[in-house]
């Protein structure tokens, strides 16, 4: 284990009787980094942070927040953490602030200031009951228990569900905030965009199992870009294709598209002896990468 892991987890397992939950899960994610779990929904994502919140008993293997076993001395571990699960809710007739009182006293502290500055920046009312709120603003309340505290470990469940884009920017910059102070934050989403702006790494989790873990930059760096160009006239198809790198030639009329890994030098030489109408290059998304590594069946199995 690295000096700098904070959470840990090593071949950690959880079964349900006979049913799928999770296999091997191994993951060191150290201080200040912001790592994601990334997956479609049951891919096991949800069960890997249960387990790391001593809320399941793994099967086998073991996870600890530093270096306090999640099961086994999971009081200690909460001294560390700040949560917010999915689908956050707590009693409906209290307010935000009755809510945050609550957890102050659970955990022996006044609520600080840094509650009233967090419900500041994301616009929550913490004085009306919850049962009035809308989903997003009831998501709000949850993020500011999360983090009023300033934990040293932030761990969230689809953080940003039912946010509006403007807060779901705020959220992005409170998180880069959060590593920028040494915090670490491990985050669990099926929205890749999400991820893909603001983690330093992911573990790409399908049917309970690791496939791969990396950056964010070396998984993208890997993935084909996509080429959309439009000519005055019908460019050939085999011109392109025999280009190094370049698949999935496809021309409609004038127009062409095709996927090209590495260096997109040769293909915009080419598309530059004709007349070029249109030409769009796009950097892949954390998704395609993500669907291409489950096509394919590759990972590296944690």
Known sequence: MSPESVIHTKALTKRF???????NVTLEIERGEIFGLLGPNGAGKSTTLRCLLGLLKPTSGTCSIFEHDAWHDRVEAHRHIGVLPSDYAYE???TGRQVLQLFARLRGNPVGAAADALAERL???LDRPQKELSRGNQ??????????????????????????????????RIVAELSERGRTVLLSSHNMAEVERACDRVAMIHQGKVLEIATVDSVLARSPKEVHAVFASAPSPERFAALDGVSDVRVDGNALELLVRGNVDAVVRAAAELEIVDFVCERPSLESAFVQLYENGAGVEA
């Not at 009787?17 to 296999?23: F, Q, T």
């Not at 300033?150 to 689809?158: G, K, N, Q, Y």
């Not at 569900?161 to 959220?171: I, K, S, V």
Request: cysteine-free.
């Open 92 to 94: 409906k007739d209290l």
């Open 123 to 125: 616009q929550a009312d």
């Open 17 to 23: 009787g006979s049913s799928r939950g999770i296999e």
């Open 139 to 172: 998501q709000k309340i949850g993020l500011i228990v999360a983090l009023s505290h300033d934990p040293d470990v932030v761990i969230m469940d689809e953080p940003t569900a039912g946010l509006d884009p403007l807060m779901q920017e705020e959220f992005l």
